[in-house]
C-alpha cells in the first residue's frame, strides 16, 4: 500500500474529506507507535564509527530507535560485545576524573538523545560497530515504506485509531478499529519474533550441543 492508496482507504473507511495536514499526522503518529512497540528485523542497520581516547560519550545516529548491540573493535578485529548498564553504575564505577580507571570499554548506557556514555573510559582509541533498530523514513515523505509493502493492515488500523481519536468517535467504532490493530499488531510481533528465532546465533543466543544421539 502506497501513502496515496493509504490516504485514499482512511478517507473511503471513515466517510471523511480530511486536510493533508491531519491524515498525515494520523499516519505519522501510527508509524511512531506502531515502530515503538515491534522491533522488526527487517529494520536493522550496521555502522561503524571511531571512539576517541578520554572520550566516553559515542553518538547516536539520529534514526536510532533501540539498540541490537555495540561492540568495541580490537587491533585483532575481534568484536568485543559492551553489557548495558545504568547510568549511573557507569558514572560511579568508571570516574572520568581519574585516568586509572580507563581501559577498553565493557559496558554502555544511553545517556540522552543524541549519545551512549561508556565505561571504562577509552584509554586509546578504538573502532566500534553499532547494530541497531532504526526509524525508517515515513511513508508520508517517502510514498512507500516497509509496513505500507509489507504489513499495511496495522499501519491502516493505527491510523484509524488516530481519526478516531480527532473525530471524537463513540466507544464502538473505536473498539473495533482497536480489536484489529491489536490483531495486526500481534502478527506483527509474531513475524518479527519468528525471523529472530531462525538464527541463534544472530540473536545472541546461547547454543547447547545436542548429543549425537538425540539428533534426528
Given at each position: 500500500?502506497?501513502?496515496?492508496?493509504?490516504?485514499?482507504?482512511?478517507?473511503?473507511y471513515?466517510?471523511?474529506?480530511?486536510?493533508?495536514?491531519?491524515?498525515?499526522?494520523?499516519?505519522?503518529?501510527?508509524?511512531?507507535?506502531?515502530?515503538?512497540?515491534?522491533?522488526?528485523?527487517?529494520?536493522?542497520?550496521?555502522?561503524?564509527?571511531?571512539?576517541?581516547i578520554?572520550?566516553?560519550?559515542?553518538?547516536?545516529?539520529?534514526?536510532?530507535?533501540?539498540?541490537?548491540?555495540?561492540?568495541?573493535i580490537?587491533?585483532?578485529?575481534?568484536?568485543?560485545?559492551?553489557?548495558n548498564?545504568?547510568?549511573n553504575?557507569?558514572?560511579?564505577?568508571?570516574?572520568?576524573?581519574?585516568?586509572?580507571?580507563n581501559?577498553k570499554?565493557?559496558?554502555?548506557?544511553?545517556?540522552?538523545?543524541?549519545?551512549?556514555?561508556?565505561?571504562?573510559?577509552?584509554?586509546?582509541?578504538?573502532?566500534?560497530?553499532?547494530?541497531?533498530?532504526?526509524y525508517?523514513?515515513?511513508?508520508?515523505t517517502?510514498?512507500?515504506?516497509?509496513?505500507?509493502?509489507?504489513?499495511?493492515?496495522?499501519?491502516?488500523?493505527?491510523?484509524?485509531?488516530?481519526?478516531?481519536?480527532?473525530?471524537?468517535?463513540?466507544?464502538?467504532?473505536?473498539?473495533?478499529?482497536?480489536?484489529?490493530?491489536?490483531?495486526?499488531?500481534?502478527?506483527?510481533?509474531?513475524?518479527g519474533?519468528?525471523?529472530n528465532?531462525?538464527?541463534?546465533?544472530?540473536?545472541?543466543?546461547?547454543?547447547?550441543?545436542?548429543?549425537?544421539?538425540?539428533?534426528?
Amino acid at each position: 500500500m502506497t501513502y496515496t492508496e493509504l490516504v485514499a482507504a482512511i478517507k473511503s473507511y471513515t466517510e471523511n474529506d480530511y486536510t493533508t495536514t491531519d491524515v498525515n499526522t494520523f499516519i505519522q503518529n501510527a508509524e511512531q507507535r506502531i515502530y515503538n512497540s515491534v522491533q522488526i528485523p527487517d529494520l536493522r542497520k550496521n555502522v561503524t564509527g571511531t571512539i576517541s581516547i578520554n572520550n566516553r560519550f559515542l553518538e547516536v545516529p539520529t534514526d536510532w530507535l533501540a539498540t541490537y548491540s555495540i561492540s568495541v573493535i580490537d587491533s585483532n578485529n575481534e568484536h568485543n560485545y559492551l553489557l548495558n548498564k545504568d547510568v549511573n553504575f557507569i558514572r560511579e564505577s568508571f570516574p572520568d576524573t581519574d585516568a586509572a580507571f580507563n581501559g577498553k570499554p565493557q559496558y554502555y548506557a544511553i545517556f540522552d538523545d543524541t549519545s551512549f556514555i561508556l565505561g571504562p573510559t577509552p584509554d586509546i582509541g578504538y573502532s566500534a560497530e553499532l547494530h541497531y533498530y532504526f526509524y525508517p523514513a515515513t511513508i508520508v515523505t517517502a510514498g512507500n515504506s516497509w509496513l505500507g509493502d509489507n504489513f499495511d493492515t496495522v499501519l491502516f488500523y493505527g491510523a484509524l485509531l488516530e481519526a478516531a481519536a480527532y473525530l471524537k468517535e463513540n466507544d464502538e467504532i473505536t473498539n473495533q478499529y482497536k480489536e484489529r490493530y491489536t490483531e495486526s499488531l500481534n502478527e506483527l510481533k509474531g513475524l518479527g519474533e519468528g525471523k529472530n528465532m531462525r538464527d541463534a546465533y544472530r540473536s545472541g543466543q546461547a547454543r547447547i550441543p545436542v548429543p549425537r544421539s538425540q539428533r534426528a
